[in-house]
């Protein structure tokens, strides 16, 4: 696919269950489709170029093992994030709702480009929120964010396992993670 070199770039992933290879109750491919990239690898060729957001078609992806932890996990390698979806109607509100997030997130990062590069390699990752928002609220700068309610919880073991699958090298690194970590 070509993209415009001057444009955000944002993919909506939208899916009622996982993806082949993370290690779901009877998959046919448990070790992911052969022939076919490792997903994990492919967010990171999106790293930097294309924020990808997810839909959860709920309640089916919940019933799946590990099934959110990995999206959860695949959208923060992107910074992108994760939406329920309860009902589909309200599906096209989700999707342009999350492009208009990270349309306006871009703003602020073109914006502010020049002060982070300044401050981000001198300073506690804290200390730059706190400024920037500061800087923000002074010039009476806002940006659009998507908030849907939260239907999901987080335990300690789902973000353990959400830091997993986002720093695997791969699928199987993840599954191999996963399994000494239970």
Same mark, same amino acid.
């Given at each position: 696919m070509r993209w415009r070199s001057d444009c955000n770039r944002v993919a909506v992933l939208i899916s009622d269950a996982p993806p082949h290879g993370i290690g779901s109750q009877g998959d046919y491919w448990p070790y992911g489709v052969p022939g076919v990239s490792?997903?994990?690898?492919?967010?990171?060729?999106m790293l930097k170029k294309i924020t990808l957001?997810?839909?959860a078609c709920e309640p089916s992806l919940s019933r799946f093992?590990? =099934? !959110?932890?990995?999206? *959860? $996990?695949? @959208?923060?390698?992107?910074?992108?994030?994760?939406?329920?979806?309860?009902?589909?109607r309200v599906m096209s509100t989700c999707i342009i709702g999350s492009a208009l997030e990270s349309?306006?997130?871009?703003?602020?990062i073109n914006e502010y480009r020049e002060t982070l590069e300044e401050l981000v390699p001198s300073r506690e990752p804290s200390l730059v929120v706190k400024y920037l928002? =500061? !800087?923000?609220?002074? *010039? $009476?700068? @806002?940006?659009?964010?998507l908030i849907m309610e939260n239907i999901y919880d987080m335990s300690d073991d789902s973000k353990e396992n959400v830091e997993i699958w986002s720093s695997a090298r791969s699928?199987?690194?993840?599954k191999a993670?996963?399994?000494?970590s239970l």
């Open positions: 490792d997903p994990l690898d492919v967010a990171r060729d957001h997810f839909v093992h590990n =099934a !959110l932890d990995f999206y *959860r $996990g695949l @959208t923060r390698i992107t910074a992108g994030i994760v939406v329920p979806l309860l009902d589909a349309l306006a997130i871009q703003d602020l928002h =500061a !800087l923000m609220r002074v *010039r $009476g700068r @806002t940006a659009d964010q699928l199987a690194d993840a993670r996963l399994e000494v």
